[in-house]
């Protein structure tokens, strides 16, 4: 358990969580690749090439170049796609594709932070046209997300505008704090990936979910707890009328052409196939 219902006159505190193999057992965006296609937004060997991409992300994960990589893939896979189809695709398909991978122990840690009194704020990679709605889903207060630059015909230019990754990550906790009054040395952050060491180590109760090899080493390093979460389920069947308190996602940093993760995964996806070639 996590201790007591804050005392109100103290600073406030949060709760930030990374989302892909943190909150949901698979990458966000990879998991609409199906939808997408079906919406006309990738084509079929697109579509494949992202469910070897997904298999990847599950079994390691990327670094850091493989990350930055990314940023330059992402434009080229993105570009012209229109915002709002997006939005329409996620909205419909978000409850059948993401309900189901949301990790019973991720859902209780929220549902603990909420009744002691602390904030949750969900700080992801992928874009706000996905994170948004999970946000919304998991009863989040607040998202960070990386954006991109949207034309005045409504579709993605193609320019990445705000990347939250990494030390990014970090530098908008720390400015959430700033607005929000939260006492960092008194939050709490989780996440199963190295790339967000300065996130983790930018609040007092740092927690490692499902670690990759190198946040396995740090955490046990620096004495920070690691969790195993291993059991998705739906919200409704994790108890007998329960669900998670609905809070509408107040958006720190919004946004995103909902492909980010989708094109780096590809990437890297073709890139592993080429050094095994």
């Known amino acids: 358990m996590l201790g007591v219902v804050e005392n109100h006159s103290l600073p406030r505190t949060a709760a930030f969580f990374d989302l892909d ?137 193609g320019e990445v505008e705000y990347y939250a990754y990494g030390p990014t990550k970090a530098e908008a906790i720390k400015e959430l704090a700033a607005s929000e009054g939260y006492d960092l040395e008194r939050c709490y952050a989780y996440s199963d990936s190295a790339t967000d060491l300065p996130m983790l180590e930018a609040v007092g109760h740092a927690h490692a979910v499902n670690p990759d090899r190198t946040l396995r080493r740090e955490a046990l390093a620096r004495g920070w707890p690691i969790l195993d979460f291993h059991r998705p389920v739906r919200l409704k069947q994790r108890l007998p009328g329960f669900a998670v308190p609905h809070r509408p996602a107040l958006v720190a940093v919004a946004a995103i052409g909902a492909a980010a993760a989708t094109a780096g995964l590809v990437w890297y996806a073709n890139r592993r196939r080429a050094t095994v070639a």
């Open 21 to 157: 193999k943190t909150v949901i057992a698979k990458s966000s965006t990879l998991t609409f690749s199906k939808s997408f296609y079906q919406g006309g937004l990738i084509n079929r060997r697109a579509a494949l090439r992202t469910a070897y991409a997904q298999f990847v992300f599950l079994v390691g994960g990327m670094d850091h170049d493989q990350m930055e990589r990314t940023r330059e893939y992402l434009s080229a896979l993105v570009r012209g796609w229109n915002v709002q189809h997006v939005k329409e695709i996620v909205a419909e398909t978000l409850h059948d594709l993401i309900d189901p991978i949301i990790y019973d122990e991720a859902a209780s840690l929220i549902e603990e932070h909420h009744t002691a009194g602390r904030d949750v704020v969900i700080v992801s990679t992928s874009g706000a046209e996905v994170v948004e709605p999970i946000g919304e889903l998991l009863g989040a207060d607040r998202v960070v997300a990386t954006r991109m630059v949207v034309g005045e015909d409504g579709c993605f230019t």
